[in-house]
């Protein structure tokens, strides 16, 4: 199995409060993604990185940053959480264009 | 940009076959395909990068067509742990991301 891990697992906060979710690999592979998952819409790309301090935004963007310092870590932070950004998360990683992507357990996040 | 699957959802009995359509309106790159189970992360089945390729993973195949922007999934004798739901995921040329479909609810019966 490739190596990612996604951090938390669950996480419940109070509306308004920032949040960040962690994404971790161990493959060295240059691409990484953050999706949301909610039902009706299949997986929707929010960020993704093609580098080290190289990012953009996907097509849900909004309420959301993303920050790769390291190789090996994809942070996504929601700035000041709302209950519409409840969601189950994913993380991706690759190596390259036209590769497969592997993805992370998920992290599920629910705003109250 | 997000490519649009078709069926919505499909149940069969185990042994029956069942195709699932991916389409863009832009020209692509690559086309994916992914199961997920319930609970579980998205796992890779094919990946497709050549106008009218067809590659196959024991019962499950699929094809590109380039100029309609058009990848179809094909799965024949269907068991029941081909139960899930299937996304396609796509790349657009000189593009760094990858963008998926709504899925298709693929429920197998006995």
């Known amino acids: 199995d490739a190596g990612i891990t996604q951090s938390p697992r669950h996480k419940v906060t109070e509306t308004g409060t920032p949040v960040t979710l962690r994404c971790h690999q161990t493959e060295n592979h240059r691409y990484m993604y953050w999706y949301r998952q909610d039902p009706g819409h299949g997986l929707r790309l929010i960020h993704y990185s093609y580098g080290v301090k190289d990012t953009d935004k996907g097509e849900v963007s909004d309420g959301y940053s993303v920050s790769r310092s390291k190789t090996e870590d994809f942070l996504l932070t929601l700035e000041s959480a709302t209950s519409s950004q409840t969601s189950v998360y994913f993380c991706?990683?690759?190596?390259?264009?036209?590769?497969?992507?592997?993805f992370g357990q998920g992290t599920r996040l629910t705003v109250v | 940009q997000q490519p649009v699957q078709s069926p919505q959802a499909v149940i069969l009995r185990e042994g029956e076959d069942a195709v699932i359509n991916c389409s863009s309106s832009?020209?692509?790159?690559?086309v994916h395909w992914y199961r997920q189970k319930h609970g579980e992360a998205p796992v890779f089945l094919m990946i497709l990068l050549k106008g009218g390729e067809q590659k196959g993973h024991e019962k499950i195949s699929a094809s590109f067509n380039e100029k309609k922007q058009q990848s179809s999934l094909y799965l024949t004798a269907s068991q029941l742990s081909y139960s899930g739901t299937y996304f396609c995921?796509?790349?657009?040329?000189?593009?760094?991301?990858?963008?998926f479909g709504a899925g298709t609810r693929l429920t197998v019966k006995p």
């Open positions: 832009k020209a692509l790159y690559s």
């Open positions: 995921g796509t790349e657009l040329f000189r593009n760094n991301d990858m963008r």
């Open positions: 991706a990683i690759r190596p390259g264009v036209g590769t497969e992507a592997f």
